[in-house]
């Protein structure tokens, strides 16, 4: 089974669409690191704490080699949060996808090889694995760029792609 790191950013946008459920009925392994769910607010960690538990969400801690990585990895992009470091070191460390959008992340992980997807293939995977159907991932890609994350920034044309197909 396919391992993907889940960021802060695209787990607290899953939390604010309550997509939740639709997210980790999908046929992969997830893990964060234990700096990313520090990184959300307390209600956020509540909302994730059922898949914690049940260990579809898988929670890392860092150990020391782990953090010293991290700041190296800090040191050389410094425009990196130490949460962001993290993801991309747990995302080399088990050769696994890295789910971002956060844009500096992402053009990091592309420059370096590291297998990386953003909101828009979260969406495609719910609609293709049946998880969403495709008229409710329309209406909650529009509830995402235009209420939850309006600094999102996701390409129109491709947006509009999916809203074309997914409302037929």
């Known amino acids: 089974m396919k391992i993907v790191v889940n960021d802060a950013n695209i787990l607290i946008d899953l939390v604010e669409l309550k997509l939740l459920p639709q ?6 392994e997830f893990f964060t690191t234990s700096l990313i769910l520090e990184e959300l607010l307390e209600d956020q960690q509540i909302e994730l704490e059922t ?11 860092m150990s020391a080699i782990d953090l010293v990585a991290i700041k190296t990895i800090e040191k050389s992009k410094p425009k990196l949060s130490q949460q962001d470091c993290s993801a991309y070191h747990q995302a080399t460390t088990k050769q696994s996808i890295l789910i971002t959008s956060d844009n500096v992340l992402r053009k990091y992980a592309i420059a370096t090889n590291i297998h990386v997807h953003g909101h828009l293939w979260v969406f495609d995977q719910m609609v ?21 994350n309006t600094q999102l920034k996701l390409p129109k ?3 509009d792609k999916r809203h074309d197909l997914w409302n037929k």
């Not at 997210?23 to 992969?28: D, G, P, S, V």
């Not at 898949?51 to 801690?61: P, T």
């Open 128 to 148: 293709v694995q049946k998880t969403l159907t495709p008229l409710t991932a329309s209406q909650k890609l529009t509830s995402l760029c235009e209420t939850i």
């Open 51 to 61: 898949y914690i538990k049940q260990r579809i969400l898988i929670v890392e801690e």
């Open 23 to 28: 997210f980790f009925a999908l046929k992969f």
């Open 157 to 159: 044309t491709e947006c």
